[in-house]
C-alpha cells in the first residue's frame, strides 16, 4: 500500500488498469493554465459530478474540454472537497460561469439523486441562484457498466493508449506530490494519483467523475454523433430485415 502510494509503484503492472495514461501526462502543462485558455477560448466542455456521502473522502468534479484544433481530451478542471450540498452548489456555480459546460452530469444513485432534486426545486424557485441547474442530466451508473471492458471504465485505456487524451501534469514536478496532506485536497493531484493507480489507490471518485464527464464528451461531441451516423449508413442492408429474404 505505501509504494502504491507514496511512490507509484503497483504491485504488478496488471494491477493498473489505466496502463497508458502516463504516455498522456504533459509535465509542461499546468491545469490552471490550460483551464484559462478554455475559458477564454469557449472550448466545447463538459462535467462530471461523484457527489459523497458522509462517509467518503469528498465530493469531486471533474470538467473535460476538448481543445478545438487537436480535438484532445484535456482537464481543464479538476476539484475535491468536503462539501454541503449548497457549497456543491456554488462549486458548480463557478464551474458553470467559467466553462459553460453543454451538460454537467451527477451519478444517479441515492445521494446523488436528492442533490439533483435539491438543485432543480431550488432552481425551479430561482432560476439565477443556479443557472446550470438546467444543464443537470442523471448519468445512470451499475457495476456492470462499469466494469465492461468496453462501456465501461477501463475502456478509457484505450483512449490514453491512442493518445486522444492530453492530461495535465506539471504539478507533479511543483507540487507536495508525495504528501497526502496535500493530495488530498489538491484537485490536479489528486486526479492524476487516481487515474495512475486505479482501482488500487484508496479512493476512486475523481475517477468516477472523469468517467462520467467523458460518457458526456461521447454524447455530445458533434464528431462523436457524425461518427455514428457515418457507422450505421455504412452497415449492409440485411435483405432479411428489408423484406427481401422472406418467400
Same mark, same amino acid.
Not at 211 to 220: H, V
Given at each position: 500500500?505505501?509504494?502504491?502510494?507514496?511512490?507509484?509503484?503497483?504491485?504488478?503492472?496488471?494491477?493498473?488498469?489505466?496502463?497508458?495514461?502516463?504516455?498522456?501526462?504533459?509535465?509542461?502543462?499546468?491545469?490552471?493554465?490550460?483551464?484559462?485558455?478554455?475559458?477564454?477560448?469557449?472550448?466545447?466542455?463538459?462535467?462530471?459530478?461523484?457527489?459523497?456521502?458522509?462517509?467518503?473522502?469528498?465530493?469531486?468534479?471533474?470538467?473535460?474540454?476538448?481543445?478545438?484544433?487537436?480535438?484532445?481530451?484535456?482537464?481543464?478542471?479538476?476539484?475535491?472537497?468536503?462539501?454541503?450540498?449548497?457549497?456543491?452548489?456554488?462549486?458548480?456555480?463557478?464551474?458553470?460561469?467559467?466553462?459553460?459546460?453543454?451538460?454537467?452530469?451527477?451519478?444517479?444513485?441515492?445521494?446523488?439523486?436528492?442533490?439533483?432534486?435539491? *438543485? &432543480? /426545486?431550488?432552481?425551479?424557485? =430561482?432560476?439565477?441562484? @443556479?443557472?446550470?441547474?438546467?444543464?443537470?442530466?442523471?448519468?445512470?451508473? $451499475?457495476?456492470?457498466?462499469?466494469?465492461?471492458?468496453?462501456?465501461?471504465?477501463?475502456?478509457?485505456?484505450?483512449?490514453?493508449?491512442?493518445?486522444?487524451?492530453?492530461?495535465? *501534469? &506539471? /504539478?507533479?514536478?511543483?507540487? =507536495?506530490?508525495?504528501? @497526502?496532506?496535500?493530495?488530498?485536497?489538491?484537485?490536479?493531484?489528486?486526479? $492524476?494519483?487516481?487515474?495512475?493507480?486505479?482501482?488500487?489507490?484508496?479512493?476512486?471518485?475523481?475517477?468516477?467523475?472523469?468517467?462520467?464527464?467523458?460518457?458526456?464528451?461521447? *454524447?455530445?461531441?458533434?464528431?462523436?454523433?457524425?461518427?455514428?451516423?457515418?457507422?450505421?449508413?455504412?452497415?449492409?442492408?440485411?435483405?432479411?430485415?428489408?423484406?427481401?429474404?422472406?418467400?
Amino acid at each position: 500500500a505505501y509504494n502504491r502510494m507514496y511512490k507509484q509503484i503497483a504491485t504488478s503492472e496488471t494491477d493498473r488498469v489505466f496502463r497508458h495514461v502516463e504516455d498522456c501526462f504533459d509535465r509542461q502543462m499546468d491545469m490552471r493554465l490550460v483551464g484559462k485558455r478554455a475559458e477564454e477560448e469557449q472550448w466545447p466542455s463538459y462535467t462530471g459530478v461523484d457527489v459523497s456521502a458522509k462517509r467518503r473522502r469528498g465530493t469531486t468534479i471533474v470538467t473535460i474540454g476538448i481543445e478545438p484544433k487537436t480535438f484532445h481530451r484535456i482537464p481543464i478542471d479538476a476539484r475535491i472537497g468536503a462539501w454541503s450540498s449548497p457549497e456543491i452548489c456554488e462549486q458548480l456555480n463557478d464551474v458553470f460561469r467559467r466553462y459553460n459546460p453543454k451538460v454537467i452530469r451527477v451519478e444517479n444513485n441515492s445521494v446523488q439523486e436528492l442533490f439533483l432534486d435539491m *438543485a &432543480r /426545486h431550488v432552481s425551479d424557485g =430561482d432560476p439565477s441562484k @443556479y443557472p446550470w441547474a438546467r444543464k443537470l442530466e442523471p448519468h445512470l451508473t $451499475t457495476g456492470r457498466l462499469k466494469h465492461d471492458q468496453e462501456a465501461g471504465v477501463a475502456a478509457m485505456d484505450v483512449e490514453f493508449r491512442n493518445k486522444q487524451w492530453a492530461i495535465p *501534469a &506539471r /504539478h507533479m514536478e511543483e507540487h =507536495d506530490y508525495n504528501s @497526502y496532506e496535500h493530495f488530498s485536497r489538491c484537485g490536479a493531484c489528486s486526479f $492524476t494519483r487516481q487515474l495512475w493507480d486505479y482501482p488500487n489507490h484508496p479512493t476512486t471518485d475523481m475517477v468516477m467523475a472523469t468517467w462520467i464527464a467523458r460518457n458526456a464528451a461521447d *454524447a455530445y461531441d458533434p464528431r462523436q454523433q457524425e461518427a455514428i451516423k457515418k457507422a450505421v449508413e455504412d452497415v449492409p442492408e440485411d435483405p432479411m430485415l428489408s423484406g427481401g429474404g422472406w418467400l
